[in-house]
């Protein structure tokens, strides 16, 4: 009976020897580990709860990306900082009516509802930047149904509204530039989307708009 015990720990020994030293991944060997009945030969690997999900790396768009980032928040910035001085200072300022300040509100207010709206319908895959994520899909729901880049629309949208809120010609510029950023980072992104899903892709872009319903 002594041996026999002695044979028992040995060999529990030698197990846990082998599944410590074995090429398995770490969750592998520390779920192993923390069974009594452990059976594991070259041959054989015993079945485990839960496999870990396969880590997939990221595909990012082959573009200079920090550069875009940039010039949006660069630009929306000067946009929110330049309309209200020219208005208090009278520089630059639309001769429009009064009234006119009620529609950039009302587009301003349109964009920041579409903006959490898209991120909404996008959850985990919201990302600022451009990439392919792990286990990532097309997301055609909510907005992406109609326009396929919503929060782009939305950029737009409550800039402008920012700069018809304080009539500047100056603002209004800096939207055309930042649409011009939005358009060179459309291209950017449709490309990587079009690699990724391929015929899917074409398919959900051939009855989508781009940026803006039956124009764009």
């Not at 200079?64 to 949006?72: I, K, R, Y």
């Not at 985990?124 to 990439?131: D, H, I, K, P, R």
Request: glycine share 6%; hydrophobic share 50%; charged share 20%.
């Amino acid at each position: 009976a002594g041996g026999q015990n002695v044979n028992k720990v040995s060999t529990a020994v030698q197990l846990r020897f082998d599944i410590k030293h074995s090429s398995l991944p770490d969750i592998y060997k520390e779920r192993l580990l923390r069974r009594r009945d452990h059976r594991i030969t070259p041959a054989f690997i015993p079945p485990l709860d839960r496999a870990p999900p396969s880590p997939q790396q990221k595909k990012y768009a082959p573009v200079a990306e920090l550069d875009q980032v940039v010039l949006l928040q660069v630009v929306s910035l000067a946009i929110l900082l330049v309309a209200p001085y020219c208005d208090r200072r009278g520089l630059a300022v639309m001769s429009v009516a009064e009234p006119v300040r009620f529609l950039g509100l009302a587009l301003f207010i349109a964009g920041f509802f579409l903006m959490n709206w898209a991120e909404a319908a996008l959850g985990e895959l919201f990302s600022v930047q451009v990439t392919i994520q792990a286990g990532h899909r097309l997301v055609t729901g909510g907005p992406y149904r109609i326009v396929r880049h919503p929060r782009y629309t939305s950029l737009v949208l409550y800039n402008l509204g920012v700069a018809v809120l304080f009539r500047s010609w100056i603002a209004l510029f800096l939207v055309v530039a930042l649409a011009l950023v939005l358009l060179w980072r459309i291209a950017d992104e449709e490309a990587l989307l079009r690699q990724e899903f391929g015929a899917e892709w074409e398919a959900y872009a051939a009855q989508s708009w781009r940026v803006v319903p039956y124009l764009y």
